[in-house]
């Protein structure tokens, strides 16, 4: 294998870091924008600069479902505190909850 077919070449690193529970605290910075930061089981903490109207619209879509997961995605960076995510986004979806099984009715 030549050297050249050996190195992959990587358009884009890109993550989408699932949340739920409750929104991320916000730290409010200039041109209307906010930074997040969440940590995941492991300790690694990931940061993300969203548009403060972003943030607030996810809110209070979360604010409105009862069961809900929010999903910030953008392009992974290293950055000197941990991992930051670039050109981030925010959104809330209803989680869809799976009926328990004494609930489940077979027809037969």
């Known amino acids: 294998m030549t050297e050249a077919a050996s190195q992959a070449k990587l358009f884009k690193k890109e993550i989408t870091?699932?949340?739920d529970g409750s929104m991320p605290e916000a730290e409010p910075l200039p041109d209307k924008k906010v930074r997040v930061k969440l940590t995941d089981e492991s300790g690694t903490v990931f940061s993300a600069v969203?548009?403060?109207?972003?943030l607030r619209k996810a809110a209070a879509t979360a604010a409105e479902l009862?069961?809900?997961?929010?999903?910030?995605?953008?392009?992974?960076?290293?950055?000197?505190?941990?991992?930051?995510?670039?050109i981030a986004g925010i959104q809330v979806f209803e989680q869809?909850?799976?009926?328990?099984?004494?609930?489940?009715?077979?027809?037969?």
């Open 17 to 19: 870091l699932k949340f």
């Open 66 to 86: 009862e069961h809900w997961i929010g999903a910030i995605s953008g392009q992974l960076q290293k950055g000197a505190d941990g991992w930051e995510i670039e």
């Open 50 to 54: 969203l548009n403060a109207k972003s």
């Open 96 to 108: 869809k909850l799976k009926p328990a099984k004494d609930e489940i009715q077979l027809d037969r």
